[in-house]
């Protein structure tokens, strides 16, 4: 079973325009949230992180946190062509050895002109 | 800075084969990772390790083994190649747990 999961599973925006992703864990072992992009063909780079309650903005995007549902978006304004690619929501599990993060399936967003 | 190299960047293998992935950072990172990531899925992990010597299993750890020897180098052996195992393997290192992780540019593997 998938324990992080994302969605929508794609997406098309307008340039410019909003795009809002979505991530739950099932798993209450969580304690720290990731953004992760992968543009075609490359390896995943980390975009933004959270791990208090409330909103955290970097530039064009805003990352939210809720901890009592540990459900975490992404949001991105003034989406351009460059934002297309997989966005990966990681969580980070406690566990006994220490903590790891479990990655969902991603979103796949396409920003069209 | 530092960067994360992974060879072969290519492996092809005969099914039931045994074929070993090799990883090598320079970022001096305790904690190093192996994925798994099928064609535009996420990420699955394979084993992490959280220092030399130390093998933890992740979520897909059954038909795999994984050995670091030293801080800075991380291997993953497929211990019978399947055809359903096609895939990009992804080999990344932070520098602790809380850490973002940096990634490698992956191991495409294919399986005849």
């Known amino acids: 079973q998938q324990k992080v999961q994302q969605s929508p599973e794609s997406l098309i925006v307008p340039e410019g325009g909003m795009a809002s992703l979505n991530c739950t864990s099932s798993d209450r072992n969580v304690d720290y949230f990731w953004w992760y992009r992968q543009h075609s063909g490359k390896s995943p780079k980390m975009l933004m992180s959270i791990f208090s309650n409330g909103e955290k903005e970097e530039g064009r995007f805003t990352v939210h946190l809720n901890k009592a549902s540990l459900h975490t978006s992404l949001h991105i304004r003034d989406s351009q062509p460059s934002d297309s690619a997989l966005y990966l929501c990681?969580?980070?599990?406690?566990?006994?050895?220490?903590?790891?993060?479990?990655f969902g399936t991603g979103t796949k967003l396409q920003v069209v002109p | 800075g530092g960067i994360i190299t992974q060879t072969p960047k290519f492996l092809i293998g005969q099914e039931g084969q045994k074929l070993t992935l090799k990883c090598q950072q320079n970022?001096?990172?305790?904690?190093m990772y192996w994925y798994r990531q099928d064609s535009g899925k996420g990420l699955r992990l394979i084993y992490y390790?959280?220092?030399?010597?130390?093998?933890q299993k992740g979520d897909l750890s059954e038909g795999y083994d994984a050995s670091r020897e030293k801080k800075s180098s991380f291997s993953l052996t497929v211990t019978s190649a399947q055809k359903n195992e096609m895939a990009v393997f992804l080999c990344?290192?932070?520098?602790?747990?809380?850490?973002?992780?940096?990634f490698g540019p992956g191991t495409r593997l294919t399986v005849l």
């Open positions: 390790s959280i220092t030399e010597n130390d093998l």
């Open positions: 990344a290192s932070s520098m602790w747990f809380y850490a973002e992780q940096f």
């Open positions: 990681a969580a980070s599990l406690i566990a006994n050895s220490g903590t790891y993060q479990r």
């Open positions: 970022f001096n990172h305790d904690t």
